[in-house]
């Protein structure tokens, strides 16, 4: 867990979403999975 960004090292989701997953609906699920596919891109550095 990277408690400075609040975001899980290996899955990118927050606390919350990682919590609360088994509640959400299938929309909120594509929902998180968009914001965290965009959370890896903006994390990754390009040599």
């Not at 927050?14 to 997953?21: G, R, S, V």
Request: charged share 25%; aromatic share 8%.
């Amino acid at each position: 867990m990277d408690y400075e960004q609040g975001l899980c090292i290996g899955c990118h989701r927050t606390l919350d979403e990682i919590t609360y997953w088994a509640t959400y609906s299938p929309v909120r699920k594509r929902e998180i999975l968009a914001a965290v596919a965009n959370r890896r891109a903006a994390t990754q550095t390009n040599p």
